[in-house]
Structures are given as C-alpha cells and as structure tokens.
C-alpha cells in the first residue's frame, strides 16, 4: 500500500512541538513581566522618597526664611543643619541634607542676604563609597 500526504504521526509531532513553543513563551512572557514590575516597584520608591525628602527640604527652609536668628548649628524637624552667619553683614550660608535612600540624599545649600536668599545648591548626590573590583584577573603578556 502506498501511503500518501501528512500522517497521524507527524501532526501529532507538530502539535507538541507548537504546543512546548507556546508554552516557553509564555513562562518568557511571565518572568520578563515579573522582573519589570519589580523594577517599577523600586522606581516608584525611589521616586515617593525623593519627594518626601524635597518636601522636608522646602520645610526646613521656611523654617530658615521665617527665622530671626540661625544659629551656627541646629537641628530642624530631625536635620541637623550647618550655617556660617556673619552678623555685621547679616548675611550667610546654611546647607544641609535629607535622606532619600541608604545611599543616596538630597543636598541643600542656601545662601542668605539681608532681606533675601539664593539656592546655591539643591541636588542629589551619593553618600557612599566607590570601591574599584581590582582582584579581576588579566593576562599580562608573555
């Protein structure tokens, strides 16, 4: 007997191929999903602490405008805030610094005259410390 066109075999063969294929992207589909809704979770956290941080800035400078005296250390709703004050001049300069995350704050440096102020600063920077991975291992030559 001669047989002619697809058999029963080979459909099945391409149905379980089709079958593992879909199968695989989507468990692809699932972890690229999962992985970027984690990374969107620490940027929304990021972002909720930077404004909490700017927020507490802005209050601790009102808090500084609306002053009569700064005295040359002082602590303002938990910040310890440096100044430098020349009295004569009326005239100076308070910085400090909000939190954000474990290693990154909100830096804040104002400068005061008279009857008005300048931002000089108002940025954020990194608090910690960046170590180089100096044990990679090179080939040095012959």
């Not at 938990?78 to 954000?100: H, M, N, R, Y």
């Amino acid at each position: 007997m001669n047989k002619s066109g697809i058999g029963l075999g080979s459909a099945s063969v391409v149905l379980v191929f089709t079958t593992l294929c879909l199968t695989i992207f989507a468990l692809i589909s699932y972890t690229a999903a999962g992985n970027s809704k984690a990374l969107t979770d620490v940027e929304a956290r990021m972002v909720i602490n930077y404004y909490e941080a700017d927020t507490l800035a802005e209050c601790i400078l009102a808090e500084l405008i609306t002053a009569d005296t700064i005295p040359d250390t002082s602590t303002i709703r938990g910040t310890e805030v440096k100044t430098q004050w020349d009295g004569e001049l009326a005239a100076g300069t308070a910085e400090f610094s909000c939190i954000v995350s474990g290693s990154r704050e909100l830096y804040v440096k104002v400068a005061f005259n008279k009857d008005s102020y300048d931002i000089l600063s108002w940025r954020m920077r990194d608090t910690g410390t960046w170590l180089p991975n100096d044990n990679l291992q090179v080939w040095p030559g012959k």
